[in-house]
T-cell receptor, first 119, second 112 residues
């Protein structure tokens, strides 16, 4: 059974940093593209970015609102995905979901972790 | 960015009756490999989203066959043949052809 468990969310002040983790199990993490998607309270879904498998060069892509501030990385030896978030803004307040990618979209989702950016 | 426009945004339905959601993209979703990367998701209240359909019309594992997807190019549709109580929630379309991938605004399905 595929499991994705996010952690690391919490309350942070504007301008601060936070690192989210996603522990993966139940599938071959090394071969899987992964992504982060967020959802502001009461709002729709918004892409943060993705990371390809090492076999596909492990490259990353980000959406404009987070580019230059957020970094996605992976530790294949620990089956873990990361999201380093710097220079946080109040607009970054959201539930952050870790997902696997397959078939041109996110097929499995974690339960999400809430990030609140507020002074 | 590709804009995904869903309609309606709110859909009151009667149990046992069919329902249909439209999704239109601002440009063609046919990728260079010939595939069309259009997905549909369901988000029940208080839960994480769940993918129902990928590549326009392929159901994910465990998805009931009352859900079906169709369309091509820029026009797509999700149909529920007979709505059940557990289908209440918000439905999103999403394109995975052009980066940045983008979601529609969501359609809220509720029981009349």
């Amino acid at each position: 059974e595929v499991q994705l468990v996010e952690s690391g969310g919490g309350l942070v002040k504007p301008g601060g940093s936070l690192r989210l983790s996603c522990a993966a199990s139940g599938f071959t993490f090394t071969n899987t593209w992964m992504s982060w998607i967020r959802q502001a309270p009461g709002k729709g879904l918004e892409w943060v970015g993705l990371i390809k498998s090492k076999a596909d060069a492990g490259t990353t892509d980000y959406t404009a609102p987070v580019k230059g501030r957020f970094t996605i990385s992976r530790d294949d030896s620990k089956n873990t995905l990361f999201l380093q978030m710097n220079s946080l803004k109040t607009d970054d307040t959201a539930v952050y979901y870790c997902t696997t990618l397959w078939g041109g979209g996110p097929n499995f989702w974690g339960q999400g972790t809430l990030v609140t950016v507020s002074s | 960015d590709v804009v995904m426009t869903q309609s309606p945004l709110s859909l009151p339905v009667t149990l046992g009756q069919p329902a249909s959601i439209s999704c239109r993209s601002s440009q063609s979703l046919v990728y260079s490999d010939g595939n069309t990367y259009l997905n549909w998701f369901q988000q029940r209240p208080g839960q994480s989203p769940r993918r129902l359909i990928y590549k326009v019309s392929n159901r994910d594992s465990g998805v009931p066959d009352r859900f079906s997807g169709s369309g091509s190019g820029t026009d797509f549709t999700l149909k529920i043949s007979r709505v059940e109580a557990e289908d209440v929630g918000v439905y999103y379309c999403m394109q995975g052809t052009h980066w940045p991938w983008t979601f529609g605004q969501g359609t809220k399905v509720e029981i009349k």
